[in-house]
């Protein structure tokens, strides 16, 4: 029991220390307007990275099966989508 109650005392001065690091640290970084700036500039810059690298995948992948479904001749299917890849091919 003794240990128990020592364990909780224990337990609730660290995670009082660790809640005033954390708030101590997330002040800090707050006062630090060129390192919020530079975090924000560097996160815009891999999301925008990020979703041109997968809408180049995505076009990718879309483009290979539509020419994929083209060369099968569906009868409806295939004309509509032979049409679609010459706009594209044409385009180029």
């Known amino acids: 029991m003794i240990f128990l109650k020592k364990a909780k005392i ?19 970084y707050l006062s630090d307007t060129k390192s919020i700036i530079k975090n924000n500039f560097l996160a815009g810059l891999a999301k925008g990275l990020g979703s041109a690298i997968g809408f180049l995948v995505l ?34």
């Open 59 to 92: 076009s990718a992948v879309i483009i290979y099966c539509v020419t994929q479904l083209a060369s099968r001749n569906l009868p409806i299917i295939g004309d509509i989508l032979q049409e679609i890849v010459n706009m594209i091919r044409y385009r180029r």
């Open 10 to 28: 224990v337990t609730s001065k660290t995670s009082r220390i660790i809640a005033w690091a954390v708030l101590r640290d997330y002040l800090y």
